[in-house]
């Protein structure tokens, strides 16, 4: 089976009150809905400057001066980072062992991610993802979901590389899982919801 699964919202839990939290401390209300477009569901309002961060289309230095340039006096470059990363409330272990044993069964597992530069640097330092074997991001393919490119960038490289099919599909947003839908793939919301399937 080929299995292709979302990180955020899927494998790893999102803190959306503490990283808005800390954001709200350095921008204020209006600076941080102004300046990130950030939604309660991680997720940037498009054209935001979290959304061209999740495209690639800005660097993390363009990412963090352009805070610090609205935010309070005294900000440092580090606390903006460290509010970013207060996003990710980390992977529960179960779920790590249940893709592992997915993995351990023959599944091939590729992971697609609305993600970032600084996301992206901090869960590699967290996490073994070796049971994954390919890792698709939004900020290095320059295009998010639910766009349709990255879906066509992504499953022209299941096709090429004789991936089993169907595909089956995990994430948590209902318009991420539609345009999968679009290309064929069988979606689920849950990691519970595809293991379910698998044992029925």
Aim: proline content about 4%; aromatic content about 10%.
């Amino acid at each position: 089976m080929t299995i292709i699964l979302d990180l955020g919202g899927v494998l790893m839990q999102h803190n959306m009150p503490e990283c808005m939290a800390r954001f709200r401390a350095i921008l204020g209300e209006e600076g941080m809905a102004e300046v990130l477009g950030m939604k309660s569901n991680a997720e940037g309002v498009p054209n935001s400057l979290m959304d061209q961060y999740e495209c690639g289309s800005v660097s993390t230095d363009e990412f963090v001066n352009a805070i610090l340039s609205r935010a309070k006096a005294g900000t440092t470059a580090q606390e903006v980072k460290d509010a970013w990363n207060a996003m990710h409330a980390g992977i529960p272990a179960e779920r790590m062992s249940l893709i592992q044993s997915w993995k351990d069964k023959g599944h091939r597992l590729v992971m697609l991610s609305n993600n970032n530069a600084l996301h992206w640097e901090d869960i590699h330092l967290k996490y073994d993802f070796s049971m994954f074997d390919y890792m698709f991001s939004s900020h290095l393919v320059h295009c998010n979901k639910p766009n349709r490119g990255i879906y066509e960038v992504v499953h022209q490289y299941l096709v090429d590389n004789h991936y089993e099919q169907p595909y089956h599909f995990v994430d948590d947003l209902p318009a991420n899982r539609h345009m999968g839908e679009a290309f064929g793939w069988i979606t689920y919301p849950t990691l519970d919801a595809l293991n379910q399937t698998m044992h029925e």
